[in-house]
């Protein structure tokens, strides 16, 4: 039976669970620090072999797609800042609980987070890295949700296959909260920037976003485009319907549109050879 009432103080002692991999938990402990430099964080992957390893494979793949190789953990740190780095190192870091959780998530959130740049990119934002980060991490309510209640979550996603109901509505019926909301309990939790949490909390749900309506909107119809382009899996094999605010806020034109699907082709076939798994 699940303790409804007490499902967030049990969803932000995440970190405490046997099953969380080493390495993401001692990152907690260093990224929780509001006072932490890129120093800090450089020392600390440093000091991790196999973290260094997919810090450099995760910078120099389509994810961020910098011009040339990128080879040390100091020129992703000067590249990317200290908000992108603190992301990408949880996405990083979040990789193997991923694939316990749901077979296929890793790839939809990469592919979110391409497709993220790519309509960023061309909609002339800022921060285009930042919306990567998101994309990454959007779904991360649900290795929450999964890790602390896993039989009963992977019995959500079955029965969301077998009825062919949206995932979101069946976390709904039986925890009376969503992984948007579960995502955002966690991005406040691990100290995340303000950007990246209402992103995680109103990316279904767009038209409540504020402060980055445009952000929010995007990842909503990255989200949209690579669950309709089949591109790993999220949980349900239905494709959301874009909301009508989030599109006007984006305001892709129709040869804009052709033009992001183009790229994002392109893009995910190169993602779908990404593997972040150790050689």
């Not at 620090?33 to 600390?44: H, M, T, W």
């Not at 969301?160 to 309990?185: C, M, P, Q, R, Y």
């Not at 605010?245 to 190169?270: C, F, H, N, P, Y």
Request: with cysteine; aromatic share 6%; net charge negative.
């Amino acid at each position: 039976m699940i303790d409804t009432k007490n499902l967030r103080s049990q969803i932000e002692k995440i970190d405490t669970l046997p099953t969380i991999p080493s390495t993401l938990r001692k990152l907690l402990s260093v990224i929780e620090d509001p006072k932490v430099s890129l120093s800090d964080i450089g020392s600390f992957i440093s000091n991790d072999p196999v973290l260094t390893s997919r810090v450099i494979k995760v910078v120099n793949s389509p994810i961020y797609g910098f011009p040339g190789r990128i080879s040390s953990v100091n020129q992703a740190l000067i590249l990317l800042g200290l908000n992108v780095v603190k992301g990408m190192l949880l996405g990083v870091s979040v990789f193997e609980a991923m694939k316990k959780t749901m077979e296929g998530l890793w790839e939809h959130s990469i592919g979110c987070a391409v497709t993220s740049k790519i309509i960023g990119t061309k909609k002339g934002l800022a921060d285009i890295e930042e919306l990567s980060v998101a994309g990454i991490l959007h779904d991360i309510g649900k290795v929450a949700m999964g890790l602390k209640f896993l039989d009963e979550y992977k019995g959500l996603i079955k029965k969301a296959i077998d009825k062919n109901v949206l995932l979101i509505d069946l976390e709904k019926e039986l925890f009376f909260v969503t992984h948007s909301e579960t995502g955002a309990w966690i991005g406040q939790r691990w100290n995340f920037p303000k950007s990246l949490i209402e992103i995680l909390e109103y990316h279904h749900k767009p038209q409540l976003s504020k402060n980055y309506a445009i952000q929010t909107a995007v990842v909503h119809l990255a989200d949209i485009l690579v669950r309709a382009k089949g591109f790993g899996f999220a949980g349900d094999y239905l494709i959301p319907t874009i909301n009508p605010i989030a599109w006007q806020r984006v305001g892709l034109s129709k040869d804009e549109l052709k033009e992001v699907i183009a790229e994002m082709e392109d893009s995910l076939a190169e993602s779908g050879e990404f593997n972040l798994e150790d050689d």
